[in-house]
């Protein structure tokens, strides 16, 4: 059962790039999320959607972009990635909008 | 005003002792609360749900005021295994806040 899944763990960029963290969950759970957590401000929700082709913006969304074809996707990309971009992502995803989330490991993106 | 607000802490305790700490939020529409546990900037896990009447998982118990907005974790006879950052996260229309999270320390 692998759950929630995200890859890379692990991605350093160069400013300027373009980069897309994935997300899969085999649950078929209807919602999913992107946070970033960074030191000092918790995690803060980027990106959610409530089923496939529904997407919508979080608290911090500017400079991501994110799709949602499948069920069991959900990529984020970060078209232009900025130094100030630099975090830990977290993807998780939930069976209804009041259930708890089930968070994947984490991807740590160093800009440089 | 953030939607959720926790004492950062640290709580630093000798096992075995009890340790309670609060957390604030501010839309008194919200409809679902958890408490969640994160260790070493690893992905948050459940802890626990926390429901109107006040609920208990063993030595942690959690309480809801909504009247005053806040909801509480206790945990009795700390444990070594309990040192982690506790997030509380209330649900908003249909996504998730969380506060940035209470540091327990517990020493042997």
């Known amino acids: 059962d692998a759950g929630i899944t995200q890859s890379p763990r692990y991605k350093i960029t160069e400013t300027g790039r373009q980069v897309t963290l994935m997300c899969h969950q085999t649950?078929?759970?209807?919602?999913m999320f992107w946070y970033r957590q960074d030191l000092g401000h918790g995690l803060r929700l980027i990106y959610y959607s409530a089923a496939a082709d529904i997407t919508d913006k979080g608290e911090v969304p500017d400079g991501y972009v994110v799709s949602r074809s499948k069920t069991e996707n959900f990529p984020l990309t970060l078209e232009s990635a900025t130094r100030s971009q630099t975090s830990v992502y977290f993807c998780?995803?939930?069976?209804?909008?009041?259930?708890?989330?089930?968070f994947g490991q984490g991807t740590r993106l160093t800009v440089v | 005003r953030k939607e959720v607000e926790q004492d950062p802490g640290p709580f630093n305790v000798p096992e075995g002792a009890t340790v309670a700490f609060n957390c604030t939020y501010s839309?008194?529409?919200?409809?679902?609360f958890f408490w969640y546990r994160q260790d070493c900037r690893k992905e948050p896990k459940l802890l626990m749900s926390v429901y109107s009447s006040g609920n208990e998982d063993g030595r942690f118990t959690a309480q809801l005021n909504r009247a005053s907005q806040y909801i509480s974790l206790l945990i009795r006879d700390s444990k070594l295994s309990d040192s982690a950052t506790y997030l509380c996260v209330v649900n908003n229309d249909y996504k998730l806040s969380f506060g940035a999270g209470t540091t327990v320390t517990v020493r042997a």
């Open positions: 649950w078929s759970h209807s919602y």
């Open positions: 839309n008194s529409a919200s409809q679902s």
């Open positions: 998780a995803s939930s069976v209804t909008d009041g259930a708890e989330a089930f």
